[in-house]
């Protein structure tokens, strides 16, 4: 029997196995992030521990992942538009007039924000007996456990595009103290000799940070929770984390 070879094309086309790739999951990346949590060059990430997270995540669930590098202020409102499906490292306390249908992920990082100083000036005063001491900040950033202190000119900010930029400025001596995560402190403190390590002043906030999902249909939402659940418990996370940030062997 012959068979009509545009039959066949139709069959096929409508067979299952000739279904359409999975979509990308897509990905909020806040222009601000900067190592060791993300590198950003031409406007896409390379490496981190966002980066390395969110593909290991995206391989997991069967998908590609796909990055969309936003202003800060404008992720969240990518994500209500329905422009990205997953926002990671975030906190409820900081999204508190979050709307829309989301799930929250379980905290997969965890974000200390430190007062740090040179080994130099690390003796000196406490945030209490500053006066008009200028102190490294992110542009855009709040921090509310200081806000007294900036009201009443005990610091004065001075603000970088990141954390890691403030952080290079305080080593080149622009200011005496600067606040940074601990994450990124141990990051840059793995390429200074013992003599010349950033110390801790104090704690200044600890917040717990997972991540959102859109509860959409075309999304395997309990999947990627699942998942993210698989990877901290079976520590894939902390070993993403120490590989950027744990001090070199001697």
Excluded at 5 to 14: D, M, R, S, T, W
Excluded at 43 to 56: E, R, W
Excluded at 111 to 129: K, M
Aim: aromatic content about 8%.
């Amino acid at each position: 029997m012959r068979r009509n070879p545009i039959l066949l094309c139709v069959l096929l086309l409508f067979s299952p196995l000739s279904g359409a790739a999975e979509p990308p999951l897509r990905f909020s990346v806040a222009e601000s992030w900067s190592m060791p949590l993300i590198r950003i060059e031409n406007n896409q990430p390379t490496t981190g521990i966002l980066f390395d997270i969110m593909q290991s995540l995206a391989s997991q669930v069967g998908r590609t992942a796909e990055f969309h590098v936003l202003p800060r202020l404008r992720v969240q409102p990518a994500m209500d538009r329905g422009e990205v499906d997953i926002r990671c490292y975030t906190a409820q306390a900081w999204v508190p007039d979050l709307s829309g249908d989301y799930l929250w992920s379980l905290p997969i990082l965890y974000q200390r924000d430190l007062l740090i100083a040179s080994a130099q000036t690390a003796a000196g005063p406490y945030p209490e007996q500053f006066d008009h001491e200028t102190i490294g900040t992110v542009l855009g950033y709040n921090y509310p456990t200081l806000e007294h202190l900036f009201a009443n000119h005990k610091l004065e900010r001075e603000d970088a595009r990141s954390q890691e930029h403030a952080v290079r400025k305080l080593i080149a001596g622009r200011y005496n103290y600067a606040i940074a995560s601990q994450m990124i402190l141990d990051w840059v403190n793995r390429d200074l000799p013992p003599s010349k390590r950033l110390k801790v002043i104090s704690l200044i906030s600890e917040q717990a940070a997972g991540c959102i999902v859109r509860n959409d249909p075309d999304i395997p939402v309990q999947q990627i929770l699942r998942t993210l659940v698989r990877m901290k418990v079976s520590g894939e996370i902390q070993q993403i984390i120490d590989r950027y940030t744990a001090p070199p062997a001697p």
